[in-house]
């Protein structure tokens, strides 16, 4: 599939002072709704049941603000699972300005006999690309929403629909409305790279046998730019001073590819913030590194 320009979701309007999140029927305390407003995804928000009525929730948003993409996850939502994200410009919900409609997971047919019969995709025919992602902390499905164009809102309205989920609840680690930057021309072919860093604990015994404590895999995708226009310095500059390296982000790599969607893209930090220099000719040129969250 061709490859369509990358997706950076920064500024997470959810994280501002003033946010409320409320609706449907969510637990409380330690896995109240509010844990969608914190950075480690470990700390989830968990609903009371499957039901369509329990597993929605409405963020009002401080004041209106421009977004452009809106992410919910990670999730132990099943293949199946839809989402659907309704942006209002007031409180009041009376003035729709954006309907994502109803989102399914990205994902690709496969040939059944490739599978195990416990994979869902054995019986539903497909499998989504978040099954080899792995389980753990910072893992698992998320549903990810670019705007066509940036809009103004005040209102996100959220609906999950995976009513017969075994499970009888849902997990949700984070929900993202941010600024998405779509640079006018997309990351060099040469230079960029998505590595894997391997977190898990190693001991040496002295016998000289080595002893594991099995951790997750981190990603990390480097890309950069040798010419972009002066126009897009701004926001470069803005996606540099307002995220540092320590407010999330999010990178999706190829949003039109749905075989690789969601093995690329994820929730992270700037790795260190990106650089901006200026060529003889008028453009610019960047480079950035973001580190995945766990």
């Known amino acids: 599939m061709a490859q369509s320009n990358l997706a950076l979701l920064y500024e997470n309007r959810v994280d501002l002072d003033g946010v409320t999140l409320s609706g449907g029927s969510w637990q409380t305390g330690s ?4 844990n969608l407003r ?6 989830v928000a968990r609903s009371m049941s499957t039901a369509v009525a329990d597993t929605q929730f409405v ?10 993409g809106i992410a919910l996850g990670p999730t132990d939502l099943r293949p199946s699972a839809l989402v659907r994200f309704r942006s209002y410009a007031d409180s ?14 990205p994902g690709s047919t496969v040939d059944q006999t490739t599978l195990a019969w416990e994979d869902p995709g054995f019986w539903e025919g497909i499998t989504q690309e978040f099954d080899d992602v792995g389980k753990g902390i910072g893992k698992g499905a998320t549903f990810i929403y670019v705007l066509p164009v940036r809009v103004t809102a005040a209102t996100i309205k959220v609906e999950i629909f995976d009513p017969g989920n075994p499970v009888g609840y849902f997990d949700i680690g984070r929900f993202f409305v941010s600024r998405t930057w779509r640079p006018t021309y997309n990351y060099d072919e ?8 391997a977190i898990t604990d190693q001991e040496d015994g002295r016998s000289g046998t080595t002893y594991y404590n099995a951790r ?3 990603r990390t995708f480097k890309f950069g730019f040798s010419y972009l226009p002066t126009s897009e310095y ?11 390296i320590h407010n ?12 690789t969607y969601l093995r690329e893209a994820f929730f992270g930090t700037l790795g260190q913030p990106p650089s901006l220099r200026r060529m003889s000719t008028p453009y610019i040129a960047t480079e950035f590194v973001s580190r995945e969250s766990l």
């Open 234 to 244: 701004r926001e470069i500059y803005q996606i540099a001073v307002r995220s540092g």
């Open 216 to 218: 997750a895999m981190r």
């Open 59 to 68: 963020c009002n948003l401080p004041q209106p603000y421009s977004i452009g």
């Open 190 to 197: 040469q230079g960029n790279s998505l590595d894997f860093e």
């Open 38 to 43: 914190t950075p480690y995804l470990a700390e």
């Open 31 to 34: 896995l109240g709704l509010a």
């Open 92 to 105: 009041s919900m009376a003035a729709l300005v954006d309907d994502s409609g109803f989102i399914a997971l």
């Open 248 to 259: 999330q982000i999010m990178v999706v790599p190829n949003p039109g590819d749905p075989s």
